[in-house]
């Protein structure tokens, strides 16, 4: 045996020996569950929105199994054993441009989050097989990561926060005199809130700001807000240079409605006269409020 030949086989076992240890380094190390951990699946049929109208961020409608809807698509909802907050929705890229080409705002190439524009509880019985914690829900702010796994699949990785503090609601917005009690949906304001879902109520998530005392954040889609409420588009845009919205009236708060947030005072209010500011980042719009306690003398 040559010394070349000898050297050929030495180098060729350190070659294998290192391939091995490098294998073994990658599944150890690899993201994500690992192959023998359990997972549990649910599929659904699905319509991708937040309104009524089903235009926005999130999911208008959700249902177990495949129906004979003509625009929702089959998803996939996965999660793991060995974590909980971790839910994978899968689809098709494909049947969601045949069902909503409209989502493309949403889903392409360069897509790498998907924030929905209200919460949306994962607590429906047809989640139960996912084993989630209880009171799992997808809000405006859980973090999410969306990968284009083939040109035709889609995974959106969602991370959920557990012990979430939230209200969901209906919204009209305008305001409403006490002299008529009508709404005038051309000023700025509320005219009525409600937990009765609605076709011209728009879905908005109402969560309590830790940073800041007697403040919450409205979160919505500005897009679902044109649809169901398009004369608040010159109030609320993307467009608008001073990103502001100011109530006309004060707006109580219902205790009923909102207990959730923890609000303080005898009487909480959204004060007349006050400009909010907000912020749009693609289709979603953030508005930070500032309530009353107690409801002011006018």
């Known amino acids: 045996m040559t010394k070349r030949f000898k050297r050929y086989i030495t180098y060729s076992l350190i070659g294998i020996l290192l391939l091995i240890a490098m294998s073994s380094i990658v599944i150890h190390f690899w993201p994500g569950p690992q192959p023998q951990v359990q997972s549990f699946s649910v599929l659904t049929s699905v319509t991708f929105g937040n309104s009524g109208t089903c235009v926005g961020e999130g999911l208008c409608n959700c249902v177990v199994g495949q129906q004979p809807k003509s625009n929702a698509i089959p998803v996939t909802f996965i999660t793991f054993q060995d974590n909980q907050n971790l839910v994978l929705v899968t689809f098709r890229f494909s049947a969601l441009m045949r069902s909503q080409p409209l989502q493309r705002r949403y889903f392409n190439q360069q897509t790498t989050s998907y924030p929905f524009s209200s919460a949306f509880p994962l607590t429906d019985v047809m989640f139960a097989p996912l084993h989630l914690l209880p009171g799992s829900v997808i809000l405006p702010t859980t973090p999410s990561r969306v990968v284009f796994a083939t040109t035709d699949s889609i995974v959106d990785s969602i991370t959920l926060i557990p012990n979430s503090v939230y209200v969901n609601a209906n919204v009209t917005f305008g305001s409403a005199p006490q002299i008529t009690g009508l709404c005038d949906p051309t000023v700025g304001g509320i005219c009525s809130v409600s937990q009765v879902p609605n076709s011209s109520g728009l879905p908005i998530t109402f969560i309590a700001n830790s940073t800041q005392q007697n403040t919450f954040n409205m979160y919505f889609s500005i897009s679902a807000l044109d649809s169901t409420q398009g004369s608040q588009s010159q109030l609320i845009s993307s ?59 006018r």
């Open 239 to 297: 467009t608008t240079t001073n990103q502001t919205y100011t109530f006309a009236a004060p707006f109580p708060l219902d205790p009923q409605i909102f207990s959730k947030l923890n609000l303080q005072g005898q009487s909480p209010n959204i004060p007349a006269g006050v400009p909010f500011p907000y912020t749009v980042n693609g289709d979603m719009v953030t508005m930070t409020v500032t309530y009353s306690p107690n409801l002011l003398p």
